[in-house]
RNA sequence: GGGCCCGUAGCUCAAGCGGAUAGAGCAUCGGAUUUCUAAUCCGAGGGUUGCAGGUUCGAUUCCUGCCGGGCCUACCA
């Protein structure tokens, strides 16, 4: 509702402006007030129009006030300050139609999104810098589908590539082990947690002896030849940590739609395709010379050409060498491809501009039945359409910032600019360790180490907070909380709840820093449960249910009749002026979400959504202290306050769902 | 060397295309309801927003230069 009224405003205060001053296309920014007594919704305008108009602000805004009429929503427009508009809207109607759950729909942009998230390598158990990269993504893709979108979720499988290599090596030339050895392994529990060892002992091993390497690039070969002894174990590693990742991210509730694999961009010859294309268009320059001899580059994104001359033209400049400095390989010298020349096929196929498709077939069911696919060379017949959409957003960490910016460019390059204009990199920053975290995990850190006021997470050496293990400490810790408050529910009961409240510190914890923000991820912090964290927003749902439940009422269908238990004069009653300023601002709050999801939309930050929930549990425990309702004897002043409760936990819960959070039976 | 990001309270973080008195959580200290469960609430202390300039009616936000930190900059992925 807050936003369908601001723009409601902004249509409005558009008009008046032509009409009035005969401005056509005046920014007009929209600001919410400070303080909830000031209005709902704040207005700069007038220093922006002052030096248009030659006039003092104060004036400005005297005159936009005393003009700009009546707006339906609105009770009236307010000098304050030098020249800010105050504009209060009517806190009954906006109430009303708040009980009611009238949210008039917006524009939705027509056309699939397809959003990209996880993609793991399948060579160890995942970590928590992957659970950020899920829960932003999986939280993102709840955001789009709150806002009316239609989105497929891909987990990109890079199961030829030199991680799952490793791994190949460490089983063959370091265990020794069979096929039918590593078959019984990975059919065996924590399979992942074995080749997390497994990965650091070989980059060990490299280290020992660098002609260790040799045996790496051997595996390599063979696994992207295909149709071999070695491919065919590389295989069934990668298929089988695959699988323990879905359950992993599954534990969470993050599913996926479609896994793509490489070795299907590799088998099915997308890059044969998008090569061709991307000759044809130049994007790609042969070298004849110098320390990239006998290569395909491109240009590296963000380099510019440097004109040799003064008035060069454009054309001159792009055929103009690109300095090796600038040079980005994509076909080695061997002629074989680099991942990112695979990239830019792939994001071809996203986009529907390369003209080739996977095959699909079945690969995983989740409990509650639903199918996510996978990529193969010849599959089933009938199967959903992948791929072909309009917008794409790729949720990689930073460290990928200019590979993927490259992508962008070779699609702009083949005269894609419009694909390449939907094309985002959702990039977010990596989670690292603290040093006390690092120490606590047994590792011996160097005294520079020790200064860090972080240290990188490391596959490689092994070097890690597992997923899985993360998650155990948490429903650990949450068991024993639920085991001493509820010792009347059954295990069964209280095991559940466990569960939730650790999904819900785990993902609001991932979910409430910014994305630039490098998160130093420590037990103390991502253990807590009271403060800015999850199970505290779960937690004021719970005590929300729990008044309709001592109250013997069901708090949905209170809620579902809310708009015609309390009429527009009670809520204008209970609402107006400043004794009902604080109760006000529960319902302004709980009115935003679909507004922040619009922000948290258009700037890709989830982190907001986080905020807001956080905020609405806040101003709800405070209106929970100070009001209490059962006890409260004016029958229409109760049924208010029993609406208020109600309406907040529908939005509160909805909030939650968006980040993926359940809110557990009680607490 | 070049590119991107960061620097805000003791600690961890916010601050909506530049706006009103820079806000939370944790920690510390002091309080609260035999009431809808205290995973809660109220209060206190705590800030030259890294430094120096600039643009502006107005800068944590934009520009420039420094200082400090991180990441990227492979014929690895």
């Not at 005393?66 to 109607?93: C, H, L, S, W």
């Not at 917006?106 to 999104?113: F, I, R, S, W, Y």
């Not at 061997?334 to 990239?343: E, F, Q, S």
Request: aromatic letters at 10%; one cysteine or more.
């Amino acid at each position: 509702m807050y936003r369908y009224l601001e723009r409601r405003l902004v249509e409005h205060l558009r008009e008046f402006l032509r009409r009035t001053y005969g401005l056509e296309s005046a920014n007009i920014v929209v600001e919410q007030p400070p303080k909830i007594e000031f209005g709902e919704y704040a207005l700069p305008l007038a220093f922006e129009l002052a030096r248009k108009l030659r006039k003092a602000p104060r004036k400005i805004a005297e005159e936009i006030v005393a003009g700009v009429g009546a707006i339906p929503g609105f009770e009236k427009f307010e000098v304050a300050g030098g020249g800010y508009i105050n504009v209060r809207v009517n806190r009954a109607e906006l109430a009303a139609a708040l009980a009611a759950d009238e949210e008039p729909a917006a524009d939705v942009p027509t056309g699939k999104v397809l959003v990209e998230h996880s993609s793991i390598n399948p060579n160890k158990a995942a970590h928590i810098g992957h659970l950020r990269n899920a829960i932003l993504g999986d939280t993102f893709v709840r955001l789009l589908r709150f806002a009316g979108r239609e989105v497929d979720v891909q987990n990109y499988i890079d199961n030829t590539g030199a991680q799952v290599a490793d791994v190949v090596v460490g089983f063959l030339h370091i265990e020794q082990k069979s096929r039918a050895q590593i078959e019984a392994l990975a059919a065996a529990p924590r399979f992942d947690y074995y080749c997390w060892d497994l990965y650091a002992r070989v980059s060990h091993w490299y280290e020992e002896d660098k002609s260790n390497l040799q045996a790496r690039l051997a595996t390599l070969h063979a696994i992207e030849g295909g149709n071999n002894e070695t491919a065919a174990i590389a295989d069934l590693i990668s298929t089988a940590v695959l699988k323990h990742h879905l359950e992993t991210m599954d534990r969470l509730d993050i599913e996926y739609d479609f896994l793509p694999r490489e070795s299907e961009i590799l088998h099915l010859h997308f890059w044969d395709a998008a090569f061709t294309k991307l000759k044809e268009a130049g994007v790609l320059t042969y070298e004849d010379e110098g320390k990239n001899q006998g290569c395909w580059v491109m240009r590296r994104a963000g380099t510019v050409a440097e004109p040799l001359t003064r008035g060069d033209t454009a054309e001159k400049i792009t055929e103009e060498k690109i300095t090796e400095e600038d040079q980005k390989v994509i076909v080695r010298s061997n002629g074989t491809v680099g991942y990112v020349g695979k990239d830019i096929a792939y994001h071809m196929w996203k986009f529907g501009l390369l003209g080739r498709d996977f095959g699909y077939r079945k690969f995983y069911r989740y409990p509650n039945a639903h199918d996510c696919w996978i990529s193969t060379t010849e599959g089933e017949k009938d199967h959903p359409h992948f791929g072909d959409v309009a917008e794409i957003y790729n949720v990689i960490d930073a460290r990928q910032s200019e590979a993927q910016n490259t992508v962008i460019e070779a699609l702009r390059g083949l005269g894609h600019g419009e694909a390449a204009d939907r094309y985002t990199h959702f990039s977010y920053e990596m989670v690292a360790l603290t040093p006390r975290c690092a120490a606590e995990l047994g590792y011996q850190l160097s005294e520079e180490d020790k200064a860090r006021p972080w240290i990188e997470v490391s596959g490689r050496k092994g070097f890690g907070v597992k997923a899985d293990d993360l998650l155990d400490a948490l429903i650990t810790s949450a068991a024993k909380e639920v085991d001493g408050r509820h010792p009347e529910l059954s295990a069964a009961e209280r095991a559940g709840i466990a569960v939730q409240i650790a999904i819900g510190a785990l993902r609001y914890f991932m979910l409430k820093f910014t994305k630039p923000s490098v998160i130093a991820f420590d037990f103390k912090d991502a253990l807590s449960f009271e403060g800015d964290t999850g199970p505290y927003a779960q937690y004021a749902v719970v005590r929300a249910s729990n008044i309709f439940r001592k109250g013997g009422l069901d708090p949905e269908s209170f809620c579902r009749d809310a708009a015609n238990l309390v009429s527009k004069e009670e809520f204008a009653k209970y609402l107006t002026g400043e004794s009902g300023n604080d109760i006000w601002e529960l319902w302004l709050t709980a009115a935003k979400t679909s507004y922040i999801v619009g922000q948290c939309i258009a700037t890709t930050e989830p982190a907001y959504l986080a905020k807001h929930a956080f905020q609405l549990a806040q101003l709800f425990s405070t209106f929970y202290h100070r009001y209490p309702i059962l006890s409260e004897a004016d029958e229409g002043r109760r049924t208010f306050l029993l609406a208020t409760a109600a309406v907040v936990r529908r939005e509160l819960i909805r909030v939650l769902a968006a980040m993926g959070i359940d809110v557990p039976p009680v607490m």
